[in-house]
């Protein structure tokens, strides 16, 4: 079993749609937990950090966390064909160093 | 701000060959880290450094692989020899503390081995 598991997709919506896209994982050591896009042929830019459990949102942008299932969400309102990318989650653990672990990232479509 | 600067953007080499790329973070980051990603594994990390210092090199896959960082502003990931297997987008990223997690990625360097 993974550390993180996220759907692959793709994820195809219309524009305006609501989009939720999701991760789970095993290791409950996770303390941080971060979204990146990444558009075709750059690297990762991150979107979203959360510390621990609860809700934040920026924007369009909502993520939310809850430790007690290891499952964190990324909600996209009003999703415009800019959103149209790969959305990664990450988790991190302090283990004596800090380790990050992707998720295998979700392909959106936003289709105008 | 210039963002994380990665070189070459593109790299084509023969197997067996040495293959040098480059890095220079944002200024003033305290942390850099070097990724791999493939369709296959995803985006796996293999060495980062805190004030110039390896922290943690776990993710480096065998001694062909060796990284560098002489100064604040430049760092380098060495494969010699190279494979095949080797071929994958290598990330470059940077970080300010309080946040060690990679905060500002650079655009890659897409790396085929023949």
């Known amino acids: 079993q993974k550390e993180v598991e996220q759907d692959p997709g793709p994820l195809s919506v219309p524009e305006g749609a609501i989009v939720s896209l999701n991760c789970t994982y095993s290791?409950?050591?996770?303390?941080?937990f971060m979204w990146y896009r990444q558009y075709s042929r750059k690297g990762p830019e991150l979107l979203m950090y959360?510390?621990?459990?609860g809700n934040k949102e920026d924007g369009r942008f909502t993520a939310q966390v809850d430790k007690s299932s290891k499952y964190i969400s990324l909600f996209i309102r009003d999703s415009q064909p800019s959103d149209s990318a790969t959305y990664l989650c990450?988790?991190?653990?302090?283990?004596?160093?800090?380790?990050?672990?992707f998720g295998a990232g979700t392909r959106l479509f936003v289709k105008a | 701000d210039a963002g994380v600067i990665q070189s070459p953007r593109h790299e084509v080499t023969e197997m067996g060959q040495e293959v040098t790329l480059r890095c220079k973070p944002i200024?003033?980051?305290?942390?850099l880290f070097w990724y791999r990603q493939t369709m296959m594994r995803g985006l796996e990390l293999l060495i980062y450094?805190?004030?110039?210092?390896?922290?943690?090199d776990s993710g480096m896959p065998e001694d062909r692989f060796s990284a560098k960082m002489p100064n604040a502003s430049f760092s380098t990931l060495k494969i010699q020899p190279s494979e095949p297997r080797d071929s994958a987008v290598y990330f470059c990223?940077?970080?300010?503390?309080?946040?060690?997690?990679?905060?500002?990625f650079g655009d890659g360097t897409r790396l085929s081995i023949l």
């Open positions: 990223a940077s970080s300010l503390v309080p946040q060690p997690q990679p905060q500002h």
């Open positions: 290791n409950s050591a996770f303390q941080y």
């Open positions: 959360t510390y621990s459990s």
């Open positions: 990450a988790m991190s653990a302090y283990t004596g160093g800090f380790k990050t672990i």
């Open positions: 200024s003033g980051h305290d942390y």
């Open positions: 450094f805190n004030n110039n210092v390896p922290i943690d």
